[in-house]
């Protein structure tokens, strides 16, 4: 909705995705970490990567540390003001913004969502979901919070959020 209204946003999650399948930097590391498996030539394969992640804090913890600092810089030379990320408090982004905007929503319509979007089983999304800070601790931490429940005007609360900050687009 910020696209439509002119506003560029990196996405954050498409980042480290186009990251991790070209970077050669990024695949070694990965490589090194988890084997030989976590790639299939250039082709990150994914349910390996994301079993591992998933596995243990500290796996969370290693991929992050290879995968994030790769994802700033890219914002960085992006020229785009604006970012989304699920992850910012994960990923130590919070010092890379000016505000944070947390757009919230029921767990069971999350779950839905990511689980649709990523073709995966509600059990799954649940998982990624609870890897992730809760969502009531990034609303309370956050300058602004937009409900996206399906009830509540998204569209209002974002020309809200946009002249609290009073940028015009």
Not at 10 to 23: E, H, I, P, T, V
Not at 36 to 48: I, S, T
Not at 136 to 163: H, P, S, T, Y
Request: proline letters at 2%; hydrophobic letters at 45%.
């Amino acid at each position: 909705m910020l696209k439509e209204r002119g506003i560029g946003v990196y996405d954050c999650d498409a980042g480290a995705k186009k990251l991790m399948a070209s970077s050669e930097e990024i695949r070694d590391a990965l490589i090194a970490l988890i084997g030989e498996e976590a790639y299939d030539g250039w082709k990150l394969n994914k349910a390996v990567v994301a079993k591992f992640l998933l596995e243990s804090e500290s796996n969370k913890l290693a991929i992050n540390a290879i995968v994030h600092p790769a994802v700033i810089r890219d914002f960085y030379s992006s020229g785009l003001q604006w970012m989304e990320s699920a992850i910012l408090y994960e990923a130590h982004l919070e010092h890379t913004v000016d505000k944070v905007v947390c757009v919230t929503a029921p767990e069971n319509v999350r779950i839905d969502r990511v689980a649709k979007r990523d073709s995966i089983s509600r059990e799954r999304a649940k998982q990624w979901i609870d890897a992730q800070t809760p969502q009531e601790e990034v609303a309370k931490r956050a300058d602004a919070v937009i409900v996206n429940d399906g009830v509540e005007d998204v569209n209002v609360q974002i020309d809200r959020v946009l002249a609290l900050f009073i940028i015009e687009y």
